[in-house]
């Protein structure tokens, strides 16, 4: 399973960006997926998760309201939608595959490259 995340980019505070997350291999459709990020010098934290079957969603509190998560099993992709952006979002951002469902980073067994995503003041 290969996980290709892409859509990061510079934006200015209070703007959008929308991440994908093209996941290659068998059975898009079985895993949970998940978006971390991690920021300079802080630990890596899960921002958003969804169920294989779309019933569970997760968000952190400090995303809340603002990002949504979504699949297209059909084009085997798992998106983030970031909207009203703020300066503290600044990170590198991951997404991973759990053939379970976790927000755990530990039950993630196949991740992405990462993508950074930096919001201007």
């Known amino acids: 399973v290969q996980l290709q995340a892409s859509g990061g980019g510079l934006v200015q505070a209070g703007g959008s960006l929308r991440l994908s997350c093209a996941v290659s291999g068998r059975s898009f459709s079985s895993y949970a997926m998940g978006w971390f990020r991690q920021a300079p010098g802080k630990e890596r934290e899960n921002v958003a998760a969804?169920?294989?079957?779309?019933?569970?969603?997760y968000y952190a509190d400090s995303v809340k309201g603002r990002f949504t998560i979504s699949r297209d099993s059909a084009k085997n992709t798992v998106y983030l939608q970031m909207n009203s952006l703020k300066p503290e979002d600044t990170a590198v951002y991951y997404c991973a595959a759990s053939t379970g469902w976790t927000i755990r980073e530990s039950g993630y067994l196949y991740w992405g490259q990462g993508t950074l995503v930096t919001v201007s003041s």
């Open positions: 969804i169920s294989w079957n779309v019933l569970m969603t």
